[in-house]
């Protein structure tokens, strides 16, 4: 029997078992047993938990050993890992092209975080600011978090925004510079700072940051605005941007396709490739940053990630609870 994690209800996650395609592979596809899926807090609580139309199956990010390949798949093989964009289910089945192999070295468990790295390597590649441009990541969640170390990792100076202690001390926990807000009027930043990475989603960041970054800075948009928080105007964002020449614009990752085309720089599964990489080599460590949950406690897990009372940043489900080896 196989096993996913659906959103029955709001606010209502359950394993329950499913039916995978009995279909004969296509020559183009692989399938495999999921090892470990990777839960993206913001997307899936407000893009689904907290949703008005159900069922829903989570999730999108997954490593799963291949059991069977298609006839034109000649460079993944049984017994394999492999990286895919895959739900909260105990199998996989994917086309070629959306999956990866997993270079040696990697931990099973921090393979999911390609695809978490993704989300702002996007940013990473089409930005202007070069390192060792100052950076401010406003917003210390799984992808701000992320995204601070990343620019860390490639020579930037980073510094972090969040108001939680709690986040602020998970960064640090990695060697990284934070602040409580955006540094309005502190010398060490005003004027200086070339990008700011907004992943907190909550609008004061942007209006703060496009006071902050130095003329011809650039704001980049991460975190998805799911909700109005603030009072702020247009003219509050508006006036700055004009008369300071800032850039402000979307941060979302599929500004890039999918794969390398002629004439346009980066790619997302390029991106995952580079970020999975990256983690063989060392440059990104990823041990701690999760907790590693059943995906038998679904429930409690999105429960806990909604009101912020997770042990760690982000959690893990170990499908090999479930017998997956």
């Known amino acids: 029997m196989e096993y996913a994690v659906r959103f029955t209800a709001r ?4 394993l329950l078992p499913y039916e995978p395609d009995a279909s004969p ?3 183009n596809e692989l399938a495999g047993k999921t090892l470990y899926t990777l839960v993206s807090a913001g997307t899936e609580i ?3 938990y907290l949703g008005d139309s159900f069922p829903k199956t989570p999730g999108y990010a997954a490593v799963f050993r291949v059991e069977a390949v298609g006839a034109e798949v000649t460079d993944l093989k049984p017994g394999d890992l492999a990286f895919c964009m895959g739900p909260h289910q105990s199998r996989q089945r994917v086309v070629r092209n959306r999956a990866l192999p997993v270079p040696e070295g990697v931990k099973p468990e921090h393979v999911p975080f390609a695809r978490m790295l993704g989300v702002s390597m996007s940013t990473l590649v089409t930005t202007a600011a070069r390192p060792p441009d100052q950076v401010l990541v406003t917003g210390l969640g799984l992808v701000g978090h992320l995204a601070a170390r990343l620019f860390a ?23 990284l510079r934070t602040l409580p807000s955006v540094p309005l009027a502190d010398p060490a930043y005003q004027d200086r700072v070339s ?17 902050l970054v130095r003329k011809r800075g650039e704001v980049i948009l991460i975190g998805a605005p799911w909700r109005k928080r603030t009072d702020c105007s247009a003219h509050d964002l508006l006036f700055p941007i004009f008369f300071r020449y800032v850039t402000l614009r979307s941060g979302w990752e599929w500004e890039l396709p999918m794969e390398e085309t002629d004439f346009r720089i980066g790619s997302i599964f390029g991106n995952y490739a580079g970020a999975l990489n990256w983690l063989a080599e ?8 999760a907790q590693r949950r059943e995906p038998s ?8 990630l909604m009101h912020d009372r997770c042990a760690r940043l982000a959690v893990t ?3 090999t609870s479930l017998g997956v080896e």
């Open 11 to 14: 606010e209502q996650a359950e």
């Open 25 to 27: 592979l296509g020559p």
């Open 46 to 48: 407000m893009g689904g």
């Open 153 to 175: 990792a490639c020579g930037y100076r980073v510094t972090g925004c969040d108001p939680s202690e709690r986040r602020r001390g998970f960064a640090e926990e990695f060697g």
């Open 195 to 211: 990008l700011v990475v907004e992943c907190s989603g909550h609008e004061q960041a942007p209006v703060d940051a496009v006071r």
């Open 282 to 289: 060392g440059r990104l460590n990823m041990e701690g940053v």
């Open 297 to 304: 406690e679904a429930q409690a897990v999105f429960q806990e």
């Open 317 to 319: 489900f170990d499908w």
